[in-house]
T-cell receptor
Framework: DTEVTQTPKHLVMGMTNKKSLKCEQH?????MYWYKQKAKKPPELMFVYSYEKLSINESVPSRFSPECPNSSLLNLHLHALQPEDSALYLC??????????????FGPGTRLTVL | AQRVTQPEKLLSVFKGAPVELKCNYSYSGSPELFWYVQYSRQRLQLLLRHISRESIKGFTADLNKGETSFHLKKPFAQEEDSAMYYCALRPGGSQGNLIFGKGTKLSVKP
């Protein structure tokens, strides 16, 4: 299995809802990432996990809460989001976080709409 | 500051014409440079990395440290090359994070 999968594909939620995005990979990668991509903009890094530990948090608001329960799974818990949080949320993985030939493989994304 | 600049939002060429998508970067150390491509309704995928010095789908990119550039080139564009292209930088020794340029949408007309 050489793909990163993300569920759900689409998510619509209200500002008071609690929801979670899920990302999975079975390539044995030990680094996983969450990116946010607004329409017609490049992906922006949110979080990096290295060996299941959070190594980078790019000053993301606490209404986004990442979780890495094991080396194959990455979750993003959402609570009390704002309409401006509507975006495509991309998950990526790579063999490790540093070193060469360390390609990041991206999932298809979850398109989130906050009403 | 670490930054990637892609000056063209949109590049439109005819099939068979040469293509050059520009990318300039700002970084004082030794960066890794990448080109990612996003075809319509498909996921973001790696096209090229500077370290490999390879040609993928006819595209090449050379890192020019003097000009801090990593332009993507193809001698003869095909309609299937139409996509969004992102240049990305990974600072040396970083925790893996990629810094993306704003992207260039390439449109190849028949």
């Amino acid at each position: 299995d050489t793909e990163v999968t993300q569920t759900p594909k689409h998510l619509v939620m209200g500002m008071t809802n609690k929801k979670s995005l899920k990302c999975e990979q079975h390539m044995g990668h030990r680094a996983m990432y969450w990116y946010k991509q607004k329409a017609k903009k490049p992906p922006e890094l949110m979080f990096v996990y290295s060996y299941e530990k959070l190594s980078i948090n790019e000053s993301v608001p606490s209404r986004f809460s990442p979780e890495c329960p094991n080396s194959s799974l990455l979750n993003l818990h959402l609570h009390a989001l704002q309409p401006e949080d509507s975006a495509l949320y991309l998950c990526a993985s790579s063999p490790r976080t540093s070193g060469f030939n360390n390609e990041q493989f991206f999932g298809p994304g979850t398109r989130l709409t906050v009403l | 500051a670490q930054r990637v600049t892609q000056p063209e939002k949109l590049l439109s060429v005819f099939k068979g014409a040469p293509v050059e998508l520009k990318c300039n970067y700002s970084y004082s150390g030794s960066p890794e440079l990448f080109w990612y491509v996003q075809y319509s309704r498909q996921r973001l995928q790696l096209l090229l990395r500077h370290i490999s010095r390879e040609s993928i789908k006819g595209f090449t990119a050379d890192l020019n440290k003097g000009e801090t550039s990593f332009h993507l080139k193809k001698p003869f564009a095909q309609e299937e090359d139409s996509a969004m292209y992102y240049c990305a930088l990974r600072p040396g020794g970083s925790q893996g994070n990629l810094i993306f340029g704003k992207g260039t949408k390439l449109s190849v007309k028949p």
